[in-house]
Every structure is written in structure tokens, then in C-alpha cells.
């Protein structure tokens, strides 16, 4: 249905619809700042969990960000192309370790100012810092990390 040129949104009770357009317009938004230095949010994330986390299995990675290994492993393909990670052997013979090379903490570097220009923007939409935090909160109780 269109109102005055603007698409006009039919309010659904379905919880699971409610997060995942939240989440795509969240999406769109840090994807088209990060966009100035050749990331999407998602890469941004990987960045961030391993240098946050240190060295991780590629298993291990999906669990922090709640994909599963074959999400996990399209996301790392351009990071490694990019030499901003690396893919070597893990604790056994199983395993490949993730590790954030040094390409890629100047590109985090790069990309958090850019970043947090997303970020205030979201909060500055969302109603304020305060109102964006508790938000992030809510969200993290979704998933059982609260």
C-alpha cells in the first residue's frame, strides 16, 4: 500500500519480523558509512571480535556472532583475501585459528572512527545514547547474553 509516495508499513504482532527489518535497517546504515573504507558491517564485526577476542576457531567465531559456519566462513573469504586475516592451523590438527594481522588492525583503526560515526547517528535517531544502550541490552537478553 502507498500513502503519499511513502510506503506505508502494516504493523505485524510477529516478534521475529519486528527484529529481523530492525536489524536490516541497522544493517543498511553502518553498511553505507563503512562503505567509505571498502567494509560492510558485517566485516566490521569479524575486525572487532578478533581483535577484541584474540585468536579464534572458526566455530568459535560463529558463536560470537551468532552465525552459522558456512555465514561464518563467506564473511572471512574477503578478509583473508584482503590479508586483514589470517587463516592458519589451530590447536589441532581439526581447526583453523582466526588472527586479525596487522593489515587488518590498521584497517580497524581506520574504519572505527567511520564506525562511530554510524553509531551516533543510530543513537541520535533511536532517542539518545541512553535510549540505544538499553536497546543493545534488550537485544543481547534475545540471545542469552545478558
Given at each position: 500500500?502507498?500513502?503519499?509516495g511513502r510506503l506505508r508499513l502494516i504493523p505485524s504482532?510477529?516478534?521475529?519480523?519486528?527484529?529481523?527489518?530492525?536489524?536490516?535497517h541497522m544493517t543498511l546504515l553502518y553498511d553505507r558509512h563503512?562503505?567509505?573504507?571498502?567494509?560492510?558491517a558485517t566485516q566490521f564485526s569479524v575486525l572487532m571480535v578478533l581483535d577484541q577476542a584474540g585468536p579464534l576457531a572458526v566455530n568459535e567465531l560463529a558463536l560470537f556472532l551468532v552465525l552459522d559456519r558456512t555465514a561464518t566462513g563467506r564473511?572471512?573469504?574477503p578478509l583473508s583475501r584482503d590479508g586483514l586475516?589470517?587463516?592458519?592451523?589451530?590447536?589441532?590438527?581439526?581447526t583453523r585459528?582466526?588472527?586479525l594481522t596487522e593489515a587488518g588492525r590498521v584497517k580497524l583503526?581506520?574504519?572505527?572512527?567511520?564506525?562511530?560515526?554510524?553509531?551516533?547517528?543510530f543513537e541520535a535517531q533511536y532517542g539518545g545514547v541512553t535510549e540505544a544502550e538499553a536497546l543493545r541490552l534488550s537485544l543481547a537478553r534475545v540471545i542469552g547474553r545478558a
Open positions: 500500500m502507498k500513502k503519499a504482532p510477529c516478534h521475529c519480523l519486528g527484529v529481523r527489518q530492525a536489524a536490516r563503512l562503505a567509505e573504507i571498502g567494509l560492510r564473511a572471512l573469504r586475516v589470517e587463516i592458519g592451523p589451530g590447536h589441532d590438527g581439526r585459528a582466526l588472527t583503526e581506520a574504519a572505527y572512527i567511520i564506525w562511530k560515526r554510524a553509531q551516533d547517528e
